[in-house]
Nanobody, 128 residues
Framework: EVQLVESGGGLVQAGESLRLSCAAS????????IGWFRQAPGKEREGVSC????????HILYSWMDRVTTSRDNAKNTVYLQLKRLKVEDTGRYYC?????????????????????WGQGTQVTVSS
C-alpha cells in the first residue's frame, strides 16, 4: 500500500519554526521527487518546494525562498520541510506529494510535471 504520511504540524507563535516530515512507503522512493504544498483556509493549494530523491536537488518557490528548506533522508524514506520565521498567513494544511523524479531522466527540472501520490496533510496554525 502506498502511503505518504505527514507529521510535525501544530500550533506555534509567529516567528517560531517547525519541521514537517513526510514518510513514504509502498513505492520506490528513489524514483520519485517529493513536493510540499500548502492549502490555506478558503484558498487553493499552492506549491512550496520540490526535492529530488535522486540527487538531493531542491527547488523552493519564490515566495518561500528565504524561510524554507527541504531535505531528505533516503535511508528513512523521509523528506523534511523546515519552516522558519513563521507568519500568521502561513497557517494552513501542508501536504507532501510524490511524482516521477525528472532528474532521473537527466532533466534540469526538480519538480515533477505531475504528482502520483498525496498524503493527508498536517495542520500548521500560526498565532500572533
Amino acid at each position: 500500500e502506498v502511503q505518504l504520511v505527514e507529521s510535525g504540524g501544530g500550533l506555534v507563535q509567529a516567528g517560531e519554526s517547525l519541521r514537517l516530515s513526510c514518510a513514504a512507503s509502498g513505492f520506490t522512493f528513489d524514483d520519485y521527487a517529493i513536493g510540499w504544498f500548502r492549502q490555506a483556509p478558503g484558498k487553493e493549494r499552492e506549491g512550496v518546494s520540490c526535492l529530488s530523491t535522486t540527487d538531493g536537488s531542491t527547488h523552493i518557490l519564490y515566495s518561500w525562498m528565504d524561510r524554507v528548506t527541504t531535505s531528505r533522508d533516503n535511508a528513512k524514506n523521509t523528506v523534511y520541510l523546515q519552516l522558519k520565521r513563521l507568519k500568521v498567513e502561513d497557517t494552513g494544511r501542508y501536504y507532501c506529494a510524490a511524482g516521477p523524479d525528472p532528474r532521473r531522466g537527466g532533466s534540469a527540472s526538480v519538480c515533477p510535471r505531475q504528482y502520483t501520490y498525496w498524503g493527508q496533510g498536517t495542520q500548521v496554525t500560526v498565532s500572533s
